[in-house]
Protein backbone atom coordinates (compact mmCIF):
# COMPACT_ATOMS: atom_id res chain seq x y z
CA UNK A 1 0.00 0.00 0.00
CA UNK A 2 1.44 3.36 -0.70
CA UNK A 3 1.73 6.06 1.52
CA UNK A 4 -0.93 8.87 2.29
CA UNK A 5 1.05 12.38 0.99
CA UNK A 6 0.29 14.49 3.62
CA UNK A 7 1.70 17.91 1.95
CA UNK A 8 1.95 18.88 -1.65
CA UNK A 9 5.44 18.68 -3.07
CA UNK A 10 7.31 21.83 -2.85
CA UNK A 11 8.90 23.23 -6.51
CA UNK A 12 11.49 25.47 -4.84
CA UNK A 13 14.56 22.84 -4.90
CA UNK A 14 14.39 21.07 -7.94
CA UNK A 15 16.24 22.08 -10.57
CA UNK A 16 14.63 24.02 -13.43
CA UNK A 17 13.53 26.25 -10.80
CA UNK A 18 16.56 27.14 -9.06
CA UNK A 19 17.99 27.89 -12.19
CA UNK A 20 15.50 30.91 -12.72
CA UNK A 21 15.55 32.08 -8.81
CA UNK A 22 19.45 31.65 -8.70
CA UNK A 23 20.49 35.02 -10.04
CA UNK A 24 17.95 37.10 -7.64
CA UNK A 25 19.65 34.85 -5.11
CA UNK A 26 23.01 35.22 -6.16
CA UNK A 27 22.17 39.39 -5.97
CA UNK A 28 20.56 39.09 -2.59
CA UNK A 29 23.95 37.89 -1.10
CA UNK A 30 25.46 40.89 -2.98
CA UNK A 31 22.95 43.56 -1.36
CA UNK A 32 23.05 41.37 2.21
CA UNK A 33 27.56 42.36 1.65
CA UNK A 34 27.03 45.81 0.56
CA UNK A 35 24.22 46.78 4.16
CA UNK A 36 26.90 45.10 6.26
CA UNK A 37 29.66 46.87 4.66
CA UNK A 38 27.19 50.27 4.88
CA UNK A 39 26.97 49.13 8.84
CA UNK A 40 30.77 48.43 9.42
CA UNK A 41 31.73 51.58 7.61
CA UNK A 42 29.72 53.68 10.35
CA UNK A 43 30.95 51.89 13.67
CA UNK A 44 27.62 49.16 13.55
CA UNK A 45 28.74 46.33 15.68
CA UNK A 46 26.59 43.44 14.39
CA UNK A 47 24.89 41.72 17.09
CA UNK A 48 23.08 38.07 17.01
CA UNK A 49 20.05 38.00 19.66
CA UNK A 50 18.61 34.74 20.60
CA UNK A 51 15.54 33.64 18.34
CA UNK A 52 14.01 31.89 21.64
CA UNK A 53 12.29 34.16 24.00
CA UNK A 54 9.88 34.42 27.15
CA UNK A 55 8.18 36.80 25.06
CA UNK A 56 7.89 37.38 21.56
CA UNK A 57 6.45 41.01 21.62
CA UNK A 58 3.33 42.26 23.17
CA UNK A 59 1.67 44.19 20.20
CA UNK A 60 -2.21 43.25 19.54
CA UNK A 61 -1.40 41.86 16.15
CA UNK A 62 1.04 40.39 16.52
CA UNK A 63 1.16 36.24 16.19
CA UNK A 64 4.00 34.42 17.49
CA UNK A 65 4.75 30.65 17.30
CA UNK A 66 5.00 29.08 20.33
CA UNK A 67 7.22 25.84 21.47
CA UNK A 68 8.94 24.62 25.06
CA UNK A 69 11.76 24.60 26.69
CA UNK A 70 12.78 21.38 28.58
CA UNK A 71 14.92 21.31 31.29
CA UNK A 72 17.24 19.16 32.58
CA UNK A 73 15.03 18.06 35.45
CA UNK A 74 11.99 17.34 32.47
CA UNK A 75 10.28 19.85 33.44
CA UNK A 76 9.15 22.07 30.21
CA UNK A 77 8.64 25.86 29.94
CA UNK A 78 6.72 28.33 27.44
CA UNK A 79 9.21 29.89 25.07
CA UNK A 80 8.19 31.79 21.91
CA UNK A 81 10.47 32.74 18.61
CA UNK A 82 10.82 36.30 17.91
CA UNK A 83 8.40 38.23 16.31
CA UNK A 84 11.56 40.95 16.24
CA UNK A 85 15.04 41.04 18.04
CA UNK A 86 13.71 44.46 19.87
CA UNK A 87 13.50 43.30 23.20
CA UNK A 88 17.19 42.06 23.05
CA UNK A 89 18.83 44.63 21.31
CA UNK A 90 17.13 47.07 24.19
CA UNK A 91 18.47 45.25 26.70
CA UNK A 92 22.38 45.39 24.79
CA UNK A 93 21.52 49.66 24.58
CA UNK A 94 20.92 49.47 28.90
CA UNK A 95 24.25 47.35 28.88
CA UNK A 96 26.13 50.25 27.06
CA UNK A 97 26.23 49.40 23.23
CA UNK A 98 26.20 52.31 21.01
CA UNK A 99 25.35 51.57 17.55
CA UNK A 100 23.96 47.92 17.10
CA UNK A 101 22.82 46.05 13.79
CA UNK A 102 21.06 42.32 13.94
CA UNK A 103 20.21 40.83 10.30
CA UNK A 104 18.58 37.45 11.05
CA UNK A 105 15.42 35.33 10.49
CA UNK A 106 12.53 36.55 12.76
CA UNK A 107 8.77 34.53 12.74
CA UNK A 108 5.30 35.54 12.66
CA UNK A 109 2.48 33.72 12.74
CA UNK A 110 -0.87 33.48 10.50
CA UNK A 111 1.15 35.63 7.66
CA UNK A 112 1.83 34.58 4.32
CA UNK A 113 0.95 36.22 1.10
CA UNK A 114 3.24 37.82 -1.84
CA UNK A 115 4.65 40.35 1.03
CA UNK A 116 4.92 38.00 3.91
CA UNK A 117 6.44 35.20 4.93
CA UNK A 118 5.89 33.02 8.33
CA UNK A 119 10.19 33.20 8.69
CA UNK A 120 11.88 35.81 7.50
CA UNK A 121 14.52 37.95 7.46
CA UNK A 122 14.42 41.61 9.19
CA UNK A 123 17.35 44.04 9.27
CA UNK A 124 17.15 45.94 12.52
CA UNK A 125 19.66 48.84 14.19
CA UNK A 126 19.92 51.20 16.77
CA UNK A 127 21.67 54.42 17.52
CA UNK A 128 21.82 55.31 20.91
CA UNK A 129 21.62 59.22 21.68
CA UNK A 130 20.52 60.55 18.04
CA UNK A 131 17.64 61.18 16.62
CA UNK A 132 15.37 59.54 14.45
CA UNK A 133 16.23 61.23 11.90
CA UNK A 134 19.46 59.73 11.60
CA UNK A 135 18.08 55.91 10.91
CA UNK A 136 15.28 57.31 8.66
CA UNK A 137 18.85 59.01 6.84
CA UNK A 138 19.91 55.22 7.20
CA UNK A 139 16.76 53.33 5.56
CA UNK A 140 17.27 56.10 2.56
CA UNK A 141 20.74 55.63 2.00
CA UNK A 142 20.06 51.71 2.17
CA UNK A 143 17.57 51.60 -0.41
CA UNK A 144 19.36 53.43 -2.20
CA UNK A 145 22.34 51.09 -1.96
CA UNK A 146 20.11 48.13 -2.83
CA UNK A 147 19.17 49.68 -6.23
CA UNK A 148 22.61 50.96 -6.63
CA UNK A 149 23.99 47.28 -6.24
CA UNK A 150 21.84 45.76 -8.69
CA UNK A 151 21.79 48.53 -10.92
CA UNK A 152 17.57 48.78 -11.30
CA UNK A 153 16.50 52.31 -12.19
CA UNK A 154 13.34 52.22 -10.99
CA UNK A 155 11.27 49.84 -8.42
CA UNK A 156 7.97 48.02 -9.45
CA UNK A 157 5.85 46.17 -7.89
CA UNK A 158 1.77 45.10 -9.33
CA UNK A 159 2.17 48.39 -11.60
CA UNK A 160 3.30 50.66 -9.21
CA UNK A 161 7.02 52.49 -9.80
CA UNK A 162 9.37 54.31 -7.36
CA UNK A 163 12.52 56.07 -8.33
CA UNK A 164 14.43 55.20 -5.41
CA UNK A 165 16.88 58.18 -6.30
CA UNK A 166 14.45 60.86 -6.50
CA UNK A 167 14.09 63.45 -3.43
CA UNK A 168 12.30 61.74 -0.60
CA UNK A 169 8.51 62.69 -0.03
CA UNK A 170 7.59 62.72 3.96
CA UNK A 171 4.18 63.19 4.88
CA UNK A 172 2.55 63.07 8.23
CA UNK A 173 -0.34 60.11 8.96
CA UNK A 174 -3.09 62.74 9.77
CA UNK A 175 -1.94 64.75 6.62
CA UNK A 176 -1.68 61.66 4.57
CA UNK A 177 -5.10 60.25 6.03
CA UNK A 178 -6.71 63.82 5.17
CA UNK A 179 -5.87 63.82 1.90
CA UNK A 180 -6.46 60.26 0.43
CA UNK A 181 -8.96 59.73 2.89
CA UNK A 182 -10.69 62.74 3.46
CA UNK A 183 -10.52 61.63 7.47
CA UNK A 184 -9.52 64.60 10.03
CA UNK A 185 -7.84 61.54 12.21
CA UNK A 186 -6.59 63.64 15.03
CA UNK A 187 -10.32 65.18 15.65
CA UNK A 188 -11.07 61.50 16.39
CA UNK A 189 -8.53 61.68 19.72
CA UNK A 190 -8.35 63.92 22.86
CA UNK A 191 -5.35 65.65 23.99
CA UNK A 192 -3.95 62.61 25.52
CA UNK A 193 -4.64 61.03 22.28
CA UNK A 194 -6.92 58.93 23.56
CA UNK A 195 -8.74 57.45 20.13
CA UNK A 196 -12.74 57.08 19.85
CA UNK A 197 -13.98 55.19 17.96
CA UNK A 198 -17.49 56.12 16.80
CA UNK A 199 -16.02 59.11 15.84
CA UNK A 200 -13.69 58.02 13.52
CA UNK A 201 -16.99 55.97 12.34
CA UNK A 202 -19.08 58.88 12.28
CA UNK A 203 -16.02 60.29 9.57
CA UNK A 204 -15.79 57.42 7.65
CA UNK A 205 -20.11 57.36 7.17
CA UNK A 206 -19.62 60.59 6.17
CA UNK A 207 -17.08 60.60 3.34
CA UNK A 208 -19.37 57.03 2.09
CA UNK A 209 -16.63 54.24 3.37
CA UNK A 210 -17.66 51.44 4.91
CA UNK A 211 -17.65 51.22 8.41
CA UNK A 212 -16.78 47.26 9.58
CA UNK A 213 -18.85 46.06 12.77
CA UNK A 214 -15.89 46.39 14.63
CA UNK A 215 -16.10 49.82 15.39
CA UNK A 216 -12.93 49.89 18.02
CA UNK A 217 -10.67 52.88 16.77
CA UNK A 218 -7.29 50.92 16.64
CA UNK A 219 -9.50 48.25 13.82
CA UNK A 220 -11.21 51.06 11.74
CA UNK A 221 -7.29 52.99 11.46
CA UNK A 222 -6.13 50.19 10.31
CA UNK A 223 -8.53 49.52 7.40
CA UNK A 224 -8.48 52.86 6.13
CA UNK A 225 -4.31 52.76 6.37
CA UNK A 226 -4.18 49.49 4.01
CA UNK A 227 -7.20 50.61 1.85
CA UNK A 228 -6.77 54.06 1.39
CA UNK A 229 -3.54 55.25 2.39
CA UNK A 230 -0.77 52.42 1.55
CA UNK A 231 -1.75 52.07 -1.91
CA UNK A 232 -0.56 55.88 -2.58
CA UNK A 233 2.60 55.58 -0.82
CA UNK A 234 6.09 55.03 -2.42
CA UNK A 235 4.75 55.97 -5.93
CA UNK A 236 7.63 57.70 -7.95
CA UNK A 237 9.55 58.21 -4.55
CA UNK A 238 10.13 57.13 -1.37
CA UNK A 239 7.75 58.13 0.97
CA UNK A 240 8.26 58.57 4.94
CA UNK A 241 5.11 58.08 6.95
CA UNK A 242 5.42 59.83 9.90
CA UNK A 243 3.90 61.10 13.00
CA UNK A 244 1.98 57.73 14.11
CA UNK A 245 -0.68 58.80 16.53
CA UNK A 246 0.26 57.60 19.99
CA UNK A 247 -2.68 54.51 20.41
CA UNK A 248 -0.61 52.86 17.16
CA UNK A 249 3.02 53.41 18.34
CA UNK A 250 3.12 51.01 21.53
CA UNK A 251 7.12 51.11 21.73
CA UNK A 252 7.57 54.82 20.66
CA UNK A 253 8.14 58.17 22.99
CA UNK A 254 5.52 60.57 22.33
CA UNK A 255 6.20 64.31 20.56
CA UNK A 256 7.17 66.56 22.39
CA UNK A 257 3.64 69.31 22.47
CA UNK A 258 1.97 67.34 20.94
CA UNK A 259 0.61 64.41 23.14
CA UNK A 260 -1.31 62.61 20.73
CA UNK A 261 0.98 61.47 18.37
CA UNK A 262 4.46 59.62 18.58
CA UNK A 263 8.19 59.17 17.24
CA UNK A 264 7.22 56.83 14.94
CA UNK A 265 7.53 56.27 10.80
CA UNK A 266 6.99 53.87 8.16
CA UNK A 267 8.91 53.62 4.86
CA UNK A 268 7.33 53.08 1.39
CA UNK A 269 8.09 52.65 -2.00
CA UNK A 270 6.29 51.59 -4.50
CA UNK A 271 3.24 50.92 -2.52
CA UNK A 272 5.66 48.20 -0.09
CA UNK A 273 5.92 48.81 2.81
CA UNK A 274 9.49 48.58 3.82
CA UNK A 275 10.55 49.86 7.41
CA UNK A 276 9.28 50.38 10.59
CA UNK A 277 11.31 52.56 13.45
CA UNK A 278 10.68 54.96 16.28
CA UNK A 279 12.21 57.48 18.86
CA UNK A 280 12.11 54.66 21.63
CA UNK A 281 10.14 55.10 24.53
CA UNK A 282 12.44 54.59 27.75
CA UNK A 283 9.82 54.52 30.59
CA UNK A 284 9.17 51.17 31.65
CA UNK A 285 5.81 52.25 33.29
CA UNK A 286 4.71 53.87 30.38
CA UNK A 287 5.35 50.70 28.59
CA UNK A 288 4.23 48.56 31.02
CA UNK A 289 0.76 50.40 30.83
CA UNK A 290 0.40 50.23 27.13
CA UNK A 291 1.58 46.43 26.67
CA UNK A 292 -1.16 45.70 29.06
CA UNK A 293 -3.60 47.75 26.87
CA UNK A 294 -2.51 46.12 24.06
CA UNK A 295 -2.65 42.26 25.32
CA UNK A 296 -6.19 43.50 26.57
CA UNK A 297 -7.28 44.07 22.90
CA UNK A 298 -5.31 40.65 21.84
CA UNK A 299 -7.53 38.63 24.20
CA UNK A 300 -10.56 40.23 23.07
CA UNK A 301 -10.07 39.92 19.26
CA UNK A 302 -8.10 36.54 19.40
CA UNK A 303 -8.52 35.07 23.25
CA UNK A 304 -4.84 34.90 23.11
CA UNK A 305 -2.02 37.02 25.36
CA UNK A 306 1.63 36.85 25.66
CA UNK A 307 3.98 37.24 28.85
CA UNK A 308 5.67 40.43 29.58
CA UNK A 309 9.64 40.49 29.62
CA UNK A 310 10.29 41.72 32.78
CA UNK A 311 13.93 41.86 31.76
CA UNK A 312 12.86 43.96 28.99
CA UNK A 313 11.46 46.32 31.10
CA UNK A 314 13.57 46.58 33.89
CA UNK A 315 16.27 47.26 30.83
CA UNK A 316 14.09 50.43 29.99
CA UNK A 317 15.18 52.29 33.03
CA UNK A 318 18.43 52.17 32.03
CA UNK A 319 18.45 52.14 28.40
CA UNK A 320 19.52 55.59 27.32
CA UNK A 321 17.51 57.81 24.34
CA UNK A 322 17.85 55.85 21.19
CA UNK A 323 15.98 55.27 17.58
CA UNK A 324 15.59 52.25 15.81
CA UNK A 325 14.15 50.81 12.74
CA UNK A 326 12.91 47.61 11.40
CA UNK A 327 13.44 46.75 7.97
CA UNK A 328 11.95 43.79 5.87
CA UNK A 329 15.01 42.68 4.07
CA UNK A 330 13.59 40.07 2.12
CA UNK A 331 11.32 42.81 0.77
CA UNK A 332 14.39 45.48 -0.12
CA UNK A 333 15.47 42.78 -2.25
CA UNK A 334 12.35 41.71 -4.27
CA UNK A 335 12.00 45.44 -5.20
CA UNK A 336 16.05 45.84 -5.94
CA UNK A 337 15.45 42.37 -8.52
CA UNK A 338 11.88 42.96 -9.88
CA UNK A 339 10.92 39.86 -7.58
CA UNK A 340 7.08 39.61 -7.36
CA UNK A 341 6.64 37.37 -4.59
CA UNK A 342 8.53 36.66 -1.62
CA UNK A 343 9.50 33.64 -2.26
CA UNK A 344 11.64 34.39 -5.04
CA UNK A 345 13.85 36.04 -2.88
CA UNK A 346 14.24 33.13 0.04
CA UNK A 347 17.01 30.61 -0.48
CA UNK A 348 14.51 28.20 0.86
CA UNK A 349 10.99 28.56 1.50
CA UNK A 350 8.75 27.26 4.41
CA UNK A 351 7.08 24.78 2.96
CA UNK A 352 3.68 25.18 2.95
Known amino acids: MNPVRSSPVSP ?70 HTSPEFTMKKLLAAGERRIASLQHVWRNRERSALHHPEFTMLEWYRAEEPYDAVIADCVAIIRLAAEVTGVERFSFRGRECDPRAEVERVRVAEAFLAHAGIDLLATMDAEGVPDGEMLAAQMLGRGLEVPEDRSWSYLFSRILVEKVEPRLGNGRITVLDRYPAAEAALARRVPGDRRVSERFEIYAAGVELANGFGELTDPEEQRRRFAAEMNEKQRLYNETYPLDEDFLAALALMPDASGVAMGFDRLVMLATGAQRIEQVLWAPVAE
Open 12 to 81: WWTPAVHADRRPILVARNRIEAAVRAYLAERDFLIVDPPGLQRSPGNETHLHAFATEMIGNDGVGQRRYL
